[in-house]
């Protein structure tokens, strides 16, 4: 593994790890009724309910980490 590898690595779990507090932070204090509203009509988006919904938000710190993870490793090369 080279230097490059690693920095690729870490801007990539830094971003990801900053997009799921983002998304923990903006939960805290909410009631469940607006949870359950914001989680049904994320899902709505990809044509589901909250159980989607929950699928897209677990997805999304994952998808930014490997965005930036792929742009950096572009950027370096």
Avoid: F, H, Q
């Avoid at 914001?38 to 919904?53: E, H, K, N």
Wanted: charged share 10%.
């Amino acid at each position: 593994m080279n230097d490059n590898d690693k920095g690729a690595r870490t801007v990539g779990a830094a971003a990801g790890a900053a997009t799921a507090t983002g998304i923990a932070l903006a939960a805290e204090g909410a009631s469940a009724a607006a949870m359950t509203s914001a989680l049904a009509t994320t899902g709505s988006l990809v044509g589901g309910g909250m159980a989607a919904g929950i699928g897209v938000a677990v997805a999304a710190p994952l998808a930014v980490g490997a965005a930036a993870y792929g742009l950096y490793k572009w950027l370096k090369d």
